[in-house]
């Protein structure tokens, strides 16, 4: 369940507010007035308690009623107001039977004259606002989390989408060509099957995390170059490169692979050693990653054969997990394809 605001913050705000609120008229009254009677004391707390049920009556039952309901603006307006003039008159008739009643003498204190009854809808009008922003800003606040939980719910779930997308698809394409040294027979499939094997045990525990180390996301790659390596007689068609303190660094698990992959699937085999370029540089809070790969000639676009799930799988990751805080180009020429990323602001 989406978070909301504490009760217990809720309470600390009204606790706030009527502070404020008795302190600074008893600090006016106390000032304007050198001698106060019983009777204006008595007058005073009676008119605070009133005020704290005009609050409470516009706070709890007229803005829960009015605000969000497809009546119109003008007619909440008009239930504002004959609100606030149905509480004045109340006010009005309150203080004479109280006056009358007790005997508390308030025509001294100019109780009855127009001025103060215009001060007392003033009053009720600013506590009826206060009770409407405070009452708003609450829902306000609880609506903005309740949208940015289900955002973040949302964003996970195609994450994890993600994520279970792009496995297969790499399984699909490493049992493959496991399948053909089988097939052939070679006494490197052993060690084809162990390097999977660690590569599984990645995919399967560490890739659950959110982040990893680089470190880990560096050793996966390794093995999965080195699975690689086994198709390639010349060893030097591969080139494997990190530079920089990688132990500080963290990383979504998988975030690199389908870059490497891609360059693997696609990149042209019989060409000028290093055929392939694959170099990591972590530079303080930088990371920028580097896949180079000579192009396979009059192929109109880099894709997988699935329709590119890898690499738009990874776009989408990068647009979710760093918004505005990486940098990926992907530059093809005629002899080249090279995909270029910097992440940073992590």
């Known amino acids: ?9 809720i309470i ?44 409470y009556f516009i706070y709890l039952l007229i803005v829960p009623v009015t605000i969000g309901r497809s009546s119109g603006l003008l007619r909440n307006f008009t239930i504002f107001l004959a609100s606030v003039i149905f509480l004045w008159l109340i006010k009005i008739g309150k203080t004479v039977v109280i006056d009358h009643r007790y005997s508390l003498e308030l025509e001294q204190f100019n109780i009855y004259t127009t001025i103060h009854y215009v001060s007392d809808f003033i009053n009720i009008v600013i506590y009826t606002v206060f009770a409407l922003f405070l009452k708003l800003s ?32 790499f399984f699909f394409n490493t049992l493959n060509n496991i399948y053909s040294l089988v097939y052939k027979k070679s006494d490197e499939a052993p060690a084809a099957l162990m390097k999977l094997s ?31 390596k086994l198709r390639f007689a010349d060893p ?24 490497v992959e891609n360059a693997f699937k696609h990149g042209r085999k019989r060409v000028t050693n ?46 979710l997990l760093y918004p505005g805080c990486h940098d990926l180009q992907i530059l093809r020429t005629r002899e080249k394809y090279t995909v270029s990323l910097e992440l940073f602001c992590k």
């Open 1 to 9: 369940m989406p978070a909301r605001m504490r009760k217990s913050v």
């Open 236 to 259: 030097g068609y591969i080139s494997f490169t990190v530079e920089g303190n990688t132990s500080v660094h963290q990383i979504p698990p998988m975030m690199l692979l389908s870059f």
């Open 138 to 169: 609450i829902n306000w606040y609880n609506e903005r989390r309740t949208r940015s939980e289900l955002i973040l719910q949302g964003n996970r779930m195609e994450l994890e989408f993600l994520k279970a997308q792009l496995n297969p698809h």
């Open 198 to 228: 660690d590569i599984m045990r990645y995919m399967l525990y560490d890739s659950k995390a959110e982040q990893v180390s680089l470190d880990k996301e560096i050793e996966n790659l390794n093995n999965y170059i080195e699975l690689q």
């Open 274 to 319: 290093p055929g392939i370029v694959i170099k990591i540089e972590a530079t303080g809070s930088r990371l920028r990653f580097l896949v180079s790969n000579y192009t396979i000639e009059n192929t109109p676009e880099m894709k997988d054969e699935s329709g590119g799930i890898g690499m738009q799988n990874t776009r989408r990751r990068l647009e």
């Open 12 to 55: 600390l705000l009204h606790f706030a507010f009527w502070t404020v609120s008795i302190i600074i008229p008893s600090i006016l009254i106390l000032t304007y007035k050198t001698q106060i009677s019983q009777g204006m004391i008595i007058y005073q707390i009676i008119s605070q308690v009133y005020y704290m049920i005009v609050f």
